[in-house]
């Protein structure tokens, strides 16, 4: 018998009994009121009328406690039976293991399930979870399948193009996966978010739209991370290639470590704890970008609209831009060469600015000269202070 006419039935017994059940309390309560109203009118030539209406007003007072008691019961064993039912709507629909090795390759293209890489000691496996009404009885149509073969891991839906349906399809899916800790991922989906554990590998993750968050990636020669809308947040992206970008979307990165760097969204705010890399590069069309420590090479940093600020661990080229908002260096007392240029210019006397100012520039040295510092911004202001 399907597993959803099951439930069915076993809902539909559960409500059947708790009402047998309450039938059996209101008649055994009837039974109790009847044979005190018997015994009144039997004796009511011996009581008085007082008398009387007092035992009947305990009576009363005995049947509210009981109907109150059959109330609880009730909606308790129909609440408990509900519940039951409610419960099984978060259902494994698929459960597999797979020999899984630690430097083996995991693929993953799905359509629109959300995707959570669990990575770690222990078996590797794949598990799908289906909620809502319609999860079980549309989960044939997700065409899901896992395999294993040749050292990749590969787990892939590709549901069927039925149109529309009237009242919609009450159903989402969530694919997790666990495996080792030391392999490669490339992560492909259409619309779903993404959860990762720590990897010890090459990351390539494309989604059309999903928030993606990432935990430890490292010891890896390639980093990609792109979505077209949706944030991205990482702990820690180390490989000698990292690039970060979306459409429409935040991004954070607490620590980046690359010999190259890129991170930009079109539209949203970039953010990093610490990097270090020879060259970094962050880039927004509309929001800020902030690196809270910078060790590199060369630093290219702008936005269209927004602020950039920027706090540099050592001296190194610096390109910092801004249509309309303000820059805020913090630079370290080392030389550079600076360019500026913006309707308000202010520079930190620690800084030891030699050159001239105009009324929109400023053009010299700091300390005894160095990297090229350019910073300028169509309507803001430029603050360079000294760490």
Do not use: C, W
Request: avoid cysteine; hydrophobic fraction near 45%.
């Amino acid at each position: 018998m399907p597993r959803e006419k099951v439930q069915r039935l076993a809902l539909v017994a559960l409500v059947v009994v708790a009402v047998a059940f309450v039938g059996s309390r209101l008649l055994h309560a009837g039974r109790h009121v009847a044979g005190h109203v018997t015994e009144h009118v039997a004796d009511s030539g011996h009581h008085d009328r007082a008398t009387f209406e007092a035992e009947m007003a305990a009576v009363e007072a005995e049947m509210a406690a009981l109907e109150a008691e059959i109330d609880a019961e009730v909606e308790g064993a129909v609440g408990g039976a509900i519940s039951a039912r409610a419960a099984g709507r978060d259902e494994v629909l698929f459960e597999q293991s797979f020999p899984v090795q630690p430097g083996d390759r995991l693929a993953v293209a799905l359509s629109s399930e959300d995707l959570v890489v669990e990575t770690g000691a222990g078996a590797a496996s794949v598990t799908v979870l289906g909620e809502g009404r319609d999860a079980r009885e549309a989960f044939p149509r997700r065409r899901f399948s896992a395999t294993y073969g040749g050292g990749t891991l590969r787990v892939e839906t590709n549901p069927e193009r039925n149109g529309f349906r009237l009242g919609g399809e009450r159903a989402s899916y969530t694919v997790v996966v666990r495996v080792p800790e030391r392999m490669a991922a490339e992560l492909r989906l259409a619309s779903g978010d993404v959860r990762l554990g720590d990897l010890q590998g090459d990351l390539h993750l494309e989604t059309a739209s999903g928030d993606a968050s990432l935990g430890r990636v490292r010891d890896a020669a390639a980093v990609r991370v792109t979505t077209a809308s949706g944030d991205v947040h990482a702990a820690l992206l180390d490989g000698a290639e990292v690039a970060v970008q979306t459409a429409s979307g935040d991004v954070q990165v607490d620590r980046l470590a690359a010999r190259t760097a890129s991170v930009q969204t079109a539209s949203g705010d970039v953010a990093v704890g610490a990097a270090g890399a020879d060259r970094f590069e962050a880039h927004t069309a509309s929001g800020d970008v902030a690196v809270e420590r910078l060790d590199a090479g060369a630093v290219v940093a702008s936005t269209a609209s927004g602020d950039v600020a920027l706090r540099l661990d050592g001296a190194a080229p610096v390109e910092a831009s801004t249509g309309s908002g303000d820059v805020g260096l913090a630079l370290p007392r080392a030389g550079f060469d600076v360019s500026l240029s913006g309707p308000a210019i202010e520079i930190d006397g620690a800084l030891d600015f030699q050159g001239q100012r105009g009324r929109r520039s400023a053009e010299g040295r700091l300390g005894g000269g160095g990297p090229r510092l350019a910073v300028s911004t169509g309507g803001g202001e430029i603050r360079l202070t000294a760490r």
